[in-house]
């Protein structure tokens, strides 16, 4: 679908949170909020569409629907995203939830620290920049998780108030 609005936007419903983000000049990614078990055959790209117009509480167009799936609302940390000279970036180290739209922001400053240290390494025979990879990253992972956990809790509804 054609982005309904060039800007990011978040819902807080009754009926639970949804998240409208633009990928592309022409693809958007879309959230709703439901249960872990939910059977994504259920939901019929009519459903979802009119789901979003409920909670977005915005008009948006119809369409087909190119991709449907329950995402867990999980996280990954890795102890570190480095083991020896193998390095890990972006999702494969550390995947934080959605709602705080950071994944592609840190895989890009992940790869950006790691550019930093392969080039002290091969201009200056430096490790110092690959050996403090990992610590580097994970102090900007734990940063961006409790901003997500944040936001999570603020957005979501959460029927077991312990699940915060």
């Known amino acids: ?12 419903d009754d009926r639970g949170f949804a998240l409208l983000s633009m990928r592309s000049p022409t693809v ?14 259920e939901w019929s790209d009519h459903r979802i569409w009119d789901e979003l117009r409920t909670r977005l509480h915005l008009q948006v167009p119809g369409g087909p629907v ?11 940390r890795g102890r570190a995203p480095a083991f020896g000279r193998l390095f890990l970036a972006g999702d494969a180290a550390h995947i934080v939830p959605p709602t705080g ?3 592609m922001n ?4 992940d790869v950006q620290v790691l550019a930093q ?3 002290a390494f091969y201009r200056e025979d430096s490790t110092e920049g690959l050996d403090t ?11 961006v998780q409790r901003f ?13 108030e312990d699940a915060v």
Not at 1 to 12: D, R, V
Not at 66 to 76: C, G, I, N
């Open 133 to 143: 990879y990992s610590s580097v990253c994970l102090n900007r992972v734990w940063k």
């Open 101 to 103: 739209a950071k994944g």
């Open 148 to 160: 997500s956990w944040w936001m999570t809790s603020l957005l979501h509804r959460f029927d077991d």
């Open 66 to 76: 190119l991709q449907k799936s329950v995402t867990p609302d999980a996280e990954f």
């Open 1 to 12: 679908m054609p982005p309904a609005s060039e800007e990011l936007i978040y819902a807080n």
């Open 28 to 41: 958007s990614r879309l959230y709703l909020q439901c249960t872990p078990d939910e059977d994504v055959e």
């Open 117 to 119: 240290g392969l080039q």
């Open 106 to 109: 840190l895989a890009i400053a």
